[in-house]
């Protein structure tokens, strides 16, 4: 079992960066892919990016490369969402996600992941 905690969501204006947080408890959290998505009112979630458990691979959604950056800090078992430039758009709650095997042939799939962030709001006005 793993449990996942998101934070740092708030209301900004559009072109503000914000940064989120996702700490981990119960698996050792260097060893698994870490996840981010988000779902905005009426829409499906969506994948946003993945990291490994050692950081050296990160996988983005094309549509936010160049604006979002995962990183993660094994030592204090959290994993950052770096949004900058936000637009309206992005307006969404942001879930950090993981699972017990990860495939590169689903990562950006949500229902492949087994163990989720309660979610943490974040509003962009324009």
């Known amino acids: 079992q793993v449990q996942l905690v998101d934070s740092g969501g708030g209301l900004v204006q559009a072109g503000d960066s914000l940064t989120l947080t996702c700490t981990a408890s119960?698996?050792?959290?260097?060893?698994?892919?870490m996840a981010w998505f988000r779902q905005a009112p009426g829409k499906e979630r969506e994948f946003l990016g993945v990291i490994s458990g050692g950081g050296g691979t990160i996988y983005y959604a094309d549509f936010v490369k160049g604006r979002f950056t995962i990183s993660r800090d094994n030592a204090k078992n959290t994993v950052y969402l770096l949004m900058t430039n936000l637009k309206p758009e992005d307006t969404a709650i942001y879930h950090c996600a993981t699972r017990e095997h990860f495939l590169y042939s689903d990562y950006d799939v949500s229902l492949s992941y087994d163990y989720w962030g309660q979610g943490t709001q974040v509003t962009v006005s324009s």
């Open positions: 119960g698996r050792t959290f260097s060893t698994y892919f």
